[in-house]
């Protein structure tokens, strides 16, 4: 593709404003298995984060791989079923969930961005007691609800100018047990006890959408219950609403939910006017 030089400049130019204003932010992104594509799709999300970090911003990506992890317990044998959107995980499978998203997922990510030149450090939940967890549900067996955050180890990284990827698996209080933690839960309890200045749910659809289908650009917390009591609001995207709504009440400055398999999604939604997907605040 040959670019005008001079549209270039100005696009940089323009980015002003928005480069600005979010220096020193601490942005929260949650990848989600379904947002992350082949390996083209996979380098152009990890080169948003490294232009993200280059211009001042504090990243912390939190990913998920759920069709990942499907793909292996199905090698191995092992069946899966999901209550109310969380994967029902006994004593095998959480060894498969940790293997797959601490092991493939994150280190996947991890190779990514430091090819675009950044410097990423995979870590998990365990570490440094990021995430300790209870049980969600005793009918879910080991998915866990996180209970302590410990988020200092991650502003160690980022004050380090080190981009920290986090697999979403937790310690438990007791009996060093490991915990399955939703993606977009455990992105939630991070931005929230980072007080974030931004959470993007990067997933598979353009955003909440409205009766006539249409998705609504910006949302108050009352517009998003009112839509989820009128049912609008179903099925995968009440994971989604419910997380953002709890990190807006933990002090998170916004939430967007907004379509990742858009090419520079997260450069769109933050650096210039169009935005992307559908930004939730009070
Ligand atoms: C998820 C963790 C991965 C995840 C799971 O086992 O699939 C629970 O359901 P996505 O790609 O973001 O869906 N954990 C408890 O959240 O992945």
Not at 166 to 189: K, Q, R
Request: charged share 20%; net charge negative; hydrophobic share 45%.
């Amino acid at each position: 593709m040959t670019r005008d030089p001079q549209a270039t400049a100005r696009t940089l130019s323009e980015a002003l404003p928005y480069l600005q204003r979010y220096t020193g932010a601490v942005v929260v992104i949650k990848f989600g298995g379904n947002a992350m594509g082949d390996d083209a799709a996979m380098a152009e999300f990890a080169r948003d984060i490294v232009l993200m970090r280059q211009v001042g911003v504090n990243p912390v990506v939190v990913h998920g791989g759920g069709p990942m992890i499907n793909d292996l317990l199905g090698k191995l044998g092992i069946t899966s079923d999901f209550v109310r959107g969380k994967r029902v995980t006994d004593k095998a499978t959480v060894e498969v969930v940790e293997m797959v998203l601490s092991g493939l997922v994150n280190k996947r990510i991890v190779q990514a961005i430091n090819d675009q030149g950044g410097r990423a450090v995979g870590i998990s939940g365990k570490d440094d007691d990021l995430m300790v967890c209870e049980p969600d549900d005793p009918e879910l067996g080991y998915v866990g609800r996180p209970v302590e955050m410990n988020v200092q180890v991650l502003r160690d990284l980022y004050n380090a100018g080190i981009i920290p990827v986090v697999a979403p698996v937790g310690t438990g209080i007791e009996d060093n047990e490991t915990f399955n933690v939703n993606g977009d839960t455990a992105a939630g309890a991070i931005a929230g006890a980072l007080q974030a200045d931004r959470l993007l749910l990067l997933t598979d659809v353009s955003g909440v959408k409205d009766e006539s289908g249409a998705v609504v650009t910006q949302l108050s917390p009352e517009q998003v219950r009112d839509l989820t009591d009128r049912g609008v609001i179903a099925g995968g995207m009440i994971p989604k609403t419910e997380t953002a709504l709890a990190a807006l009440e933990k002090g998170v400055r916004a939430v967007v939910i907004l379509d990742g398999r858009i090419p520079n999604a997260c450069l769109l939604e933050l650096f210039t006017d169009h935005g992307a997907g559908s930004l939730i605040r009070s």
